[in-house]
C-alpha cells in the first residue's frame, strides 16, 4: 500500500462527492470508481466518515495548492491578489457548469448541522480560509489601500460569508451571475 493509493482514493472520491453530495455517495461507488478492493479502502480509512474527514484535509491542500501562488504573488498589490484569487474560483466554477459549489461549503451544508466531527473539521477549513483572507487585507490596510472603517478580520469574515453565499446561489442558479455580483460589491465597492 502506497501514499499514492490513498491520494488517488480521496482524488476519485472527492470528485464524486463534490458532485453527489457525501450522504448520496456509497462506499462501493467510490471502490469502484478509483478501481481498488475494500480491503484497501480500510487500509487507509477506518469508516467513511474517516474518509469524508480526510477529504476535508485534501480540499484544503488542494485549495492551498491552486490559489496559493495567486495570493502571495507580490508583484501585485494586495487587493488585486485578493481579487484575482476570488477570479480563479469563477474560473473554476465556470468550467464545471456552475452547478457543483465549493466542495468544503457543500460539506458544510449537508453534515455541518449533523455530525460534530464534520462540523469542527469543517470549522476550521473556513477558519483557515479567513485566516488567508485576513492576512491580505491586513497587508492592503498596511499599504493604506483598504479604508481605516475596515477591520481586516471582520472583514475577512464578511467576504467568506458573502463568497459562501454567492456560492450557494450559484448552485441553484447554474450560472455566474452570483460571482459575478460578488465580485462587483466586494471589488468595486466594499473595498473601492
Not at 76 to 83: H, I, S, V
Not at 115 to 138: G, Q, Y
Request: charge should be neutral.
Amino acid at each position: 500500500m502506497s501514499a499514492a493509493t490513498r491520494q488517488h482514493i480521496l482524488d476519485i472520491g472527492g470528485r464524486i462527492i463534490h458532485h453527489k453530495g457525501y450522504a448520496a455517495t456509497g462506499l462501493q461507488e467510490i471502490l469502484s470508481a478509483a478501481g481498488v478492493p475494500k480491503g484497501s479502502f480500510y487500509f487507509y480509512f477506518k469508516s467513511k466518515e474517516e474518509f469524508g474527514l480526510a477529504l476535508v484535509d485534501h480540499y484544503r491542500a488542494w485549495l492551498a495548492e491552486e490559489t496559493g501562488p495567486i495570493l502571495r504573488d507580490e508583484t501585485l498589490p494586495p487587493l488585486a491578489r485578493l481579487a484575482r484569487f476570488f477570479l480563479w474560483f469563477r474560473d473554476y466554477f465556470a468550467a464545471e457548469g456552475f452547478i457543483k459549489g465549493c466542495p468544503i461549503g457543500n460539506l458544510a451544508q449537508e453534515m455541518g448541522d449533523v455530525n460534530p466531527a464534520f462540523r469542527e473539521k469543517l470549522h476550521a477549513a473556513l477558519e483557515s480560509l479567513i485566516r488567508t483572507v485576513t492576512v491580505v487585507l491586513r497587508q492592503a490596510r498596511d499599504r493604506g489601500e483598504l479604508k481605516p472603517c475596515f477591520e481586516p478580520e471582520a472583514t475577512a469574515r464578511f467576504i467568506v460569508s458573502a463568497w459562501q453565499g454567492a456560492l450557494m446561489r450559484m448552485k441553484a442558479a447554474a450560472g455566474p451571475e452570483p460571482l459575478d455580483n460578488f465580485q462587483a460589491m466586494v471589488f468595486d465597492v466594499l473595498l473601492a
